[in-house]
């Protein structure tokens, strides 16, 4: 990946000073984000709400020991969070889940859930995942080390609750089979858990009881390089390469090499941890897969968490200190991009990005002022058209007008017409830049013909052809008004047959117009009909 374009459309925040925080003593086991803060779980037990910038807000005893996993509900202002508190008995296992009220003043256990029983033997937990239905329903899948995964379905709260297990893996070697991975995808009424194990992909359709359970591929991965899309896709990260699952299997790859110790994914881009063996080093990589480049890229210290929050993507490290990237603003990434005449790429950007019509159409007039002064006017014209209710016509039109590209601003002044944007100033123009092409005399007859017919001047034509009507029809009132001013012209020329072919054999075709004016060849009304095009020297005005 190499070959791929590399930008910085993101930004260090906070000037490199992110710190965790001196109130988190202990070493940080977990961390989890939403609400506008990020609650971090240390290894003695405590649990430290941070705010923007990584300020400490308040922090609480959660367990009498570790917390493993933590989780921050966000249409209720609850926390989960899974650790060890002291054994009460040789029965019962050291390890719960509990339920914090976060909108008390102190922040209240309402709820401590066994997570083992007589029916789902203790084993170590690998994995954590928790999906909010309708409140105050959860699921909440426990991915454990000999490759069952146990489920409470539920609310919580109030322990209205019901327990089962899905088996992914069965083997006696626990480092193949461990669930390192879960993602839930819900699309409509379609319910599915994928989990991943070293050694295989497997899909559950939950709709089902019991679930029903495919396998999509017999290769796995390992801890951390697992997560969702948007597009309810699971990402999986191995040395080689980058996978992407559907639930009917596996579909496209990226090709970066490198140990993917993270991977997260933040508004379409993916976000990448990657560990090189060679110098030690980490890299961490942004990229945009739909317009191939690396968005953002910088080496790391080792890291131990990666978050989304306040907008930004969020990477601690093992010594505590933490980068806070944020993406730069559409107007900077654009003027990066224009600096380097990186149209084409600036237009896909914003494309992708779903921007309004108006910056798109600012994008296309940059593109096609730089095709302009390569003199490149087919190409530019194209991009100019694209423009078309958006960018004022006139800077189209005195743009080719000064470079005498009449074939050009024709198919300008048509596609304005077609949208119905054009004004009787565009319309005279276009009669104008017709009469002076070579074919102008042609088109003039073939549509003059088609009017004649459609107002019922060959009545038989029509009874054999019933389709003309409609045909005709489908012209626009400004088509028609252009054919009917030619008409006109022809009309009240006293010498028509002279008149066209100086006209058609002339240099400048606007000076022959202006002579036959200046003789009273032409009759007032057409002259006043074309007035707005000529000056006194026979040229095009501009102010179109």
């Known amino acids: 990946m190499y070959q791929w374009r590399k930008f910085e459309f993101f930004e260090e925040k906070y000037a490199g000073k992110c710190l965790v925080p001196d109130e988190v003593a202990g070493k940080i086991e977990c961390c989890s984000s939403g609400r506008g803060k990020i609650a971090v779980g240390c290894e003695d037990g405590t649990v430290s709400l941070l705010d923007r910038g990584f300020k400490f807000s308040y922090g609480f005893q959660a367990h009498t020991s570790s917390v493993l996993f933590i989780q921050q509900l966000k249409q209720r202002n609850f926390l989960l969070t899974v650790g060890e508190d002291e054994q009460i008995s040789p ?110 992909v497997s899909l559950f359709n939950l709709q089902t009881q019991p679930a029903g359970r495919q396998t999509l591929d017999h290769i796995g991965s390992n801890v951390n390089s697992v997560a969702m899309n948007d597009r309810l896709e699971l990402i999986i990260g191995r040395p080689e390469a980058i996978y992407f699952y559907e639930v009917d299997g596996r579909g496209p790859c990226w090709a970066f090499e490198g140990e993917k110790k993270f991977l997260g994914w ?51 490290m093992n010594d505590k200190s933490a980068l806070c990237i944020g993406e730069k603003d559409m ?18 950007l914003v494309q992708s990005q779903q921007a309004d019509a108006a910056a798109t159409a600012e994008v296309l007039r940059k593109y096609g002022d730089h095709l302009y002064m390569k ?49 009787k100033d ?25 009017i004649d017919k459609y ?52 240099k400048d075709g606007f000076s022959v117009i202006a002579e036959y004016f200046g003789k009273g060849i032409i009759s007032k009304n057409s002259k006043k009909e074309l007035g707005g095009s000529l000056n006194s020297n026979g040229n095009s005005a501009g102010g179109f």
Request: aromatic share 8%.
């Open 375 to 423: 003199q490149d006017f087919d190409e530019a014209m194209s991009q100019y058209i694209h423009t078309i209710g958006h960018l004022e016509p006139s800077y189209v039109i005195q743009k080719f007008l000064d470079a005498q590209r009449i074939y050009n601003l024709t198919n300008y002044l048509e596609k304005l017409h077609e949208k119905g944007l054009a004004s």
């Open 455 to 506: 107002q019922g001047r060959n009545i038989d034509n029509e009874k054999r052809n019933p389709g003309f009507k409609n045909k005709c029809k489908n012209l626009s009132t400004k088509q028609i008004s252009v054919v009917e001013m030619k008409r006109n012209l022809e009309q009240n020329s006293k010498n028509q047959d002279q008149f066209f072919k100086q006209v058609k054999n002339s």
């Open 91 to 200: 029965q019962l296992s050291s390890v719960c889940l509990k339920v914090f009220d976060l909108d008390k003043t102190q922040p209240d256990c309402i709820q401590i859930l066994r997570i083992f029983t007589n029916q789902f033997p203790e084993a170590k937990i690998t994995s954590f995942l928790v999906l909010e239905e309708a409140p105050p329903i959860l699921l909440i899948a426990i991915g454990l080390d000999n490759g069952c995964i146990y489920c409470i379905q539920g609310d919580i709260e109030s322990e209205r609750i019901k327990r089962f297990m899905l088996q992914v893996e069965k083997s006696q070697d626990k480092t193949q089979c461990g669930i390192t991975g879960m993602g839930f995808r819900v699309d409509g009424k379609a319910f599915h858990l994928f989990a991943v194990t070293p050694t295989s």
């Open 266 to 316: 933040f508004r379409g881009y993916l976000l990448c941890v990657i560990a090189d063996q060679r110098s030690g080093s980490n890299t961490f990589n942004i990229y945009d897969l739909k317009n191939r480049l690396i968005a953002h890229s910088i080496v790391t210290k080792e890291v131990s968490h990666m978050l989304c929050e306040w907008g930004s993507i969020l990477l601690i």
């Open 331 to 348: 107007e900077s990434k654009l003027d990066m991009l224009f600096k380097k005449n990186l149209y084409t790429v600036a237009i896909n």
């Open 426 to 450: 565009h319309t005279t123009l276009l009669l104008n830049c017709c009469t002076k092409l070579k074919d102008g005399e042609i088109k003039f007859e073939e549509d003059r013909r088609m």
